[in-house]
């Protein structure tokens, strides 16, 4: 048993859909969310800047007595899960793997698309750890930069004409291609669940890595015993690095519910 916090961090409120699958999973424990709402996006940014602001969300996340870290961003789980896991003696998920695995499972035809931010698709993580357990299955990737944006400024709905034609000259290679499962490799991304469904079509499965990656992280609390007290109610404390009060609107669309627990502004760059 261990009661202490679990840290989640994402460059801004994608991280959210991460946060919303690990409260319905684990009622019971607490969780300490940074997002670094004052820099998003990171995903345009060079590795070593993602590097240095990744190593500064942990740092804050870090003047917590955590358990456990999540990185709930595709772009630093990409790019800085070595470095961050190296240097911290708590455990670090992020959602490469458990979404790179669920692909693998969820394909027929071993067709897989990969979208995600230009960080992410120029790693190559998914393709490597894809090929690692099944190098029959070819990878089709590519980067969806405006997606991000779009998701910030709320405009994901069905019929939204301009995000609409967004997805669809971003997708229309995977659909022509054939691709039969689509991982979405931004957290962001599910807010735009509706519109790659209706464009992709039903026989398409859509991996959320932010959903994936709660799945393993309740399993490899629960492996190693690790989960608060039986009866306790966990509480959720929101930090960001720009104004808690536009976070605090845009967030209940990621967790679908208003925002109710506290939320405090954080300056990332003392740390
Ligand atoms: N949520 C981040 C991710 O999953 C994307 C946003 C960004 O570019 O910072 O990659």
Request: charged share 25%.
């Amino acid at each position: 048993m261990d009661n202490r916090p679990i840290g989640v961090f994402d460059s801004g409120l994608g991280g959210l859909t991460a946060v919303r699958e690990l409260q319905r999973l684990l009622p019971g424990e607490d969780i300490i969310y940074f997002g670094d709402t004052g820099r998003v996006p990171y995903g345009g940014r060079s590795k070593d800047t993602i590097i240095r602001y990744a190593r500064q969300d942990v740092a804050f996340l870090r003047t917590f007595d955590l358990k456990a870290i999540v990185i709930a961003c595709g772009t630093v789980s990409t790019t800085a899960l070595d470095v961050l896991t190296a240097e911290n003696d708590i455990p670090v998920w992020g959602v490469v793997e458990p979404a790179a695995r669920a692909a693998a499972q969820a394909t027929r035809n071993g067709k897989v698309g990969l979208i995600g931010t230009q960080a992410t698709i120029r790693s190559g993580a998914y393709e490597r750890r894809i090929a690692q357990g099944a190098p029959q299955i070819r990878v089709m990737a590519a980067a969806c930069p405006l997606f991000v944006p779009l998701v910030e400024n709320g405009r994901f709905r069905r019929g939204d004409i301009v995000a609409e034609t967004v997805v669809g000259e971003y997708l229309e290679p995977f659909r022509t291609a054939g691709v039969d499962t689509l991982v979405l490799g931004c957290t962001h991304y599910p807010l735009l669940t509706e519109i790659i469904g209706d464009y992709m079509g039903p026989e398409v499965t859509l991996i959320d890595v932010g959903r994936t990656c709660a799945d393993a992280v309740a399993r490899h609390l629960t492996d190693m015993d690790a989960l608060s007290g039986p009866g306790r109610t966990g509480e959720s404390r929101y930090y960001v690095s720009d104004s808690a009060e536009d976070f605090s609107r845009l967030a209940s669309v990621f967790l679908r519910r208003d925002v109710e627990e506290s939320v405090t502004q954080v300056d990332i760059w003392k740390y």
